[in-house]
């Protein structure tokens, strides 16, 4: 089955992730991995989006078993290496970080790649581990001194260890939740404060890993069990009704409203990626009034579909 490829990119580098001196575009690449798909439409897949002028793209070990990180190197191999921005991940947090990262430059066939984050590094006690002398954070600097990486960061679902993290000075960027459902600190606190020290933001779960757009219970996991439904006219419950659900335009524009350095978004399929860049195209900055409107209908949109593991209460 063909891809129809973007022939104009429509998107252009908007503005400095953070301090690193990297123009990135508000939209990111994620979630391109899914072994059912044969690794050439995979990788075809991801080039449409770089076609279509997104420069970063995202991956990690753990993501499929190391098939993501597969398909975004031969996604960006064709491409000015200085024109796309690769982030990978350190998966085992209590493992050596230099054989990880060799695994995984070797899986990406790259020599370096720009952005190496700890992946869900979202314990206090591990944080604080990992800030020793010798331990991840100085494995991580040397890594970057020995020219395997640009820059630094974390990724984390808990906004105790993203504060912590951006007020002890060892990130370059951070990546965390933000969308129309999440804890409300990720706005309030975590974001401006990554803006006042000039770290940068990749952001994600804009929907609520498919569950604000869906019936799911995250990425196209299906409901094992549904609501009730209502009684029809004939008398019989119907268990099929759809549960209810935000737009993609509405979770995407809530999103760029509040203006992280990068949207990242599962665009792994060319239906996903034309309905992200559509919302991105109509963007107009929402309204206080807005806003407050697409919260109010999350919370609803996320009912009785599971847990929402991004938030550091996920039943809330």
Known sequence: MGLVMIEVPPFAPRRELGRTGFMATALGIGDLADRSVPIEICVATARRALDAGLNVIDTAPNYEAGYSEEIVGRAVRDVRRDRVFVIDKID???QPISPQIDDSLGRLRLDYVDLLVFHNLSSMDVFT?????????????DTEKRGKCRFRGISSHNPDVLRAALTAGVCDVVMFPLGP???ARY???????AKSLAVGTVCFKT???????GDTTGYNQPLKT?????????????TESVLPRLTVEEC?????????????LGLSYPNEQDAAFAAARSFQQLTAD????????????????????WNPDPQA
Request: with cysteine.
């Open 92 to 94: 085992h947090h209590e």
């Open 129 to 141: 581990r990992l800030c020793q002398p010798g331990d991840g954070f100085d494995q991580l600097a």
């Open 181 to 183: 459902f999440v804890d």
């Open 187 to 193: 706005v309030t606190d975590i974001l401006p404060l």
């Open 207 to 213: 929907f609520g890993a498919g569950k604000l757009v």
């Open 226 to 238: 549904r609501p009730r439904g209502k009684v029809s006219s004939g008398g019989s419950e119907d």
């Open 252 to 264: 995407l524009h809530y999103a760029l409203t509040l203006d992280p350095d990068v949207a990242l």
């Open 290 to 309: 807005q806003m407050e409107d697409v919260r109010r209908r999350a919370i609803e949109a996320r009912k009785d579909k599971g847990p929402c593991w």
